[in-house]
């Protein structure tokens, strides 16, 4: 199946897709609308982490699967209208990671997404330089993309996908 052709699927695996395959996805998508996502808590699943991507596919397959373990303390997101954080820790869920949320175009391909920035006086000066852009993978389902911002610009360092409880 063609990383295109994930997208409509409603139950995507994207465990096995490398960055450029979720690139590709990630274009062809619809912006994520806030009011979708406000009021929920959001299960993440991370994929395609950058220092992962030139393993041989069934060992990202497997990272994959490892990440979407409990060892991986990352549980999430939750949106409220303008702001939002992550969750850390399954039954627990610690926010950790706040960021104001917009819509405004990517830089990565100009088009439309659900902005996250992390550069809020809230967070340590270490989560800062982080930007998330998300969009609509399927009803109910989000692909996202995390980025660093650095001087020299800003660079994809993961994707992740986030679903409804």
């Known amino acids: 199946m063609s990383a295109l052709s994930l997208a409509h699927t409603a139950r995507p695996r994207l465990g096995h897709l490398r960055q450029d395959e979720l690139a590709e996805l990630f274009s062809t998508l619809a912006?994520?609308?806030?009011?979708?996502?406000a009021g929920h808590q959001w299960h993440g699943r991370l994929l395609a982490p950058f220092a992962a991507q030139h393993l041989p596919r069934p060992l990202l397959f497997a990272l994959s699967a490892l990440l979407a373990t409990p060892?991986?303390?990352?549980?999430?997101?939750?949106?409220?209208?303008?702001?939002?954080a992550n969750h850390w820790f399954a039954g627990i869920s610690l926010p950790f990671g706040e960021y104001a949320i917009s819509t405004q175009n990517s830089p990565h391909d100009g088009a439309p997404v659900l902005w996250l920035d992390y550069?809020?006086?809230?967070?340590?000066?270490?989560?800062?330089?982080?930007?998330?852009?998300?969009r609509t993978l399927a009803d109910g389902v989000f692909l996202a993309r995390m980025n660093w911002q650095t001087a020299k610009g800003l660079f994809c360092v993961a994707y992740f996908s986030l679903q409804a409880d």
Do not use: C, M
Request: aromatic share 8%.
């Open 71 to 84: 060892l991986n303390p990352w549980y999430g997101k939750s949106f409220e209208h303008q702001v939002g």
């Open 119 to 134: 550069n809020v006086t809230a967070n340590p000066a270490l989560l800062r330089a982080i930007r998330g852009e998300v």
């Open 31 to 37: 912006t994520a609308d806030i009011n979708a996502l």
